[in-house]
């Protein structure tokens, strides 16, 4: 049973440039949680989504910043025009209701 | 609005030795979970210790146990018998409401292990 798969690990992007995050939850998890580590800091809660639904994005920032989890596929998290601050390591979790989260090992974005 | 504090950002103990970690919380939830995470360099997070609010009884595993004083909204990490492979960034976290398993977390403690 493998766990959070998260690609790629490492993604280096130009300012301006769009990242594209990939989630793919543990099998039979329907719930999707999206964490954003800057250094030295813990980890923020971005976005809650259940297949095809967002159920809580209070964490979004409002431009630039979208997620989806569509029926069928991975959960995607995207960044438009990459800024430098964006730089950071990007986690994705996976629940079923109301358990335990299980993490992935994060995406480290390098903007340059 | 809920919040986590650990207010030790780098923390050192010899192999062998006890150490603790410090984390304290605040929510307006009378129901909700705390949780202590391990970050090694590999940045995978890894789940060490769980402790449900309504129960007195504190959580252990293994060489990992918790000091949970509800009434202070405290919620520490003991270490016993420190191995080199227990070097990381701790987190402390914090879910309360139903119907999602949203965390809030500290800032982290970075322990380094002696030999």
């Known amino acids: 049973n493998a766990g959070v798969m998260q690609n790629p690990r490492h993604l280096v992007r130009r300012r301006g440039q769009e990242a594209r995050l990939r989630c793919s939850p543990m099998k039979g998890h329907s719930h999707v949680y999206w964490y954003r580590q800057l250094p030295e800091e813990g980890l923020k809660f971005m976005v809650y989504l259940q297949k095809e639904n967002i159920i809580d994005e209070s964490g979004m920032p409002k431009e630039r910043f979208s997620a989806e989890f569509p029926k069928e596929g991975p959960s995607i998290l995207r960044i438009q025009q990459v800024v430098r601050g964006d730089s950071a390591a990007y986690f994705c979790?996976?629940?079923?209701?109301?358990?335990?989260?299980?993490f992935g090992q994060g995406t480290r974005l390098t903007v340059v | 609005a809920q919040t986590v504090t650990q207010s030790q950002p780098e923390m050192s103990v010899q192999e062998a030795e006890t150490v603790t970690l410090s984390c304290t919380y605040d929510t307006s939830e009378s129901d909700y979970y705390l949780f202590w995470y391990k970050q090694p360099p590999s940045r995978q997070m890894i789940l060490v210790i769980r402790?449900?609010?309504?129960?007195?009884q504190n959580a252990t595993e293994n060489r990992f146990s918790v000091n949970f004083q509800k009434a202070a909204k405290s919620f520490s990490l003991k270490i016993s018998d420190s191995q080199l492979g227990d070097a990381a960034m701790y987190f402390c976290?914090?879910?309360?409401?139903?119907?999602?398993?949203?965390?809030?977390f500290g800032k982290g403690t970075k322990l380094s292990v002696i030999p």
């Open positions: 402790q449900e609010a309504y129960k007195q």
């Open positions: 979790a996976s629940s079923m209701r109301n358990t335990e989260a299980f």
């Open positions: 976290a914090l879910h309360s409401g139903a119907g999602s398993y949203q965390l809030t």
